[in-house]
């Protein structure tokens, strides 16, 4: 008989689905719907001859035999990067200051980063996450090497790498509509999200009212999941315990946000575009996976 052969493809779908709990989660991770990814794991399910996946309309848990497929398929497509990447690109070496956004794929990120590191194994990076507005400061004035945010201007130059829409979110349970004042979960000022979410309800003649206030996108994502109020944050930012408040509820749209990577000091020139070229590869494969 002979054996079907794995698509890496299916795998990194795969892999996005168990790392990020959810499908409507791994959509994101990946650029695709949810019915897309659904679709994925079935044509995994259907090459394997078992579910890798228990489903239901709460919870998702991988099968025994699932969790034997993890392990190889994080395996072969490690084997799989590294083999493409020692074939087509040369050795990198140095040290690069990055700093990272919060925006920037919150779940999937230090796991991609992982597997560059082991791509690269020459290239040590000196690594500080937080708020955009602060990493561009700080790499204006010279702390970092590159740095990968939020495009806050316009005018802001910069190689985008991605884009992804902003959603209203609120908790699963959440009925749709506000009666009164929206609670909001909101960041200190100055803060890029605090003055979209305000400026959309201004705009649609809504009230507000602070219903939590957080340090960070993560602590705003786990606020809004726990039902202390509503916020904007990017797709990536949807767990399988929230919602989205679409416009047909009466919630304002919104634009796009845009990721941006800020980096040209000829010291690590190479080194930016070695992490930026990997990143983006490995954006452009997610979406096509």
Request: hydrophobic fraction near 45%; charged fraction near 25%.
């Amino acid at each position: 008989m002979k054996v079907p052969d794995l698509e890496i493809g299916l795998l990194r779908t795969f892999v996005a689905v168990a790392e990020s709990g959810g499908f409507t989660a791994a959509a994101a991770v990946v650029g695709r719907s949810q019915s897309a990814v659904s679709q994925q794991v079935l044509r995994l399910e259907h090459l394997v001859g078992q579910r890798v996946f228990e489903r239901s309309s709460r919870s998702l848990a991988l099968t025994a035999g699932g969790e034997r497929l993890l392990p190889a398929a994080r395996g072969m497509i490690e084997a799989n990067d590294r083999l493409m990447h020692a074939l087509r690109e040369p050795a990198a070496k140095g040290l690069l200051r990055l700093g990272i956004s919060e925006d920037f794929l919150p779940g999937q990120l230090p796991r991609m980063l992982a597997r560059f590191a082991r791509l690269y194994p020459g290239v040590e990076i000196d690594l500080v996450t937080g708020l955009s507005r602060n990493l561009i400061d700080a790499y204006g004035n010279g702390q970092f090497d590159a740095v990968i945010a939020k495009k806050d201007s316009p005018a802001r130059r910069g190689r985008v790498i991605w884009r992804e829409p902003l959603l209203w979110m609120a908790a699963a349970a959440h009925a749709g509509r506000e009666d009164g004042p929206v609670p909001l979960v909101m960041l200190p000022k100055p803060c890029f999200y605090r003055d979209m979410m305000t400026a959309a309800l201004g705009e649609a003649g809504r009230d507000w009212v602070v219903g939590c206030t957080t340090s960070s996108l993560t602590a705003a994502q786990a606020a809004v999941a726990g039902g202390l109020g509503v916020a904007v944050l990017g797709r990536s930012f949807l767990r399988d315990d929230m919602r989205v408040l679409a416009e047909a509820e009466g919630w304002p749209p919104l634009p796009a946000v845009e990721i941006m990577v800020l980096g040209a000091e000829e010291r690590t020139a190479e080194l930016v575009r070695t992490l930026v070229d990997y990143l983006a590869k490995n954006l452009k494969d997610g979406r096509r996976a």
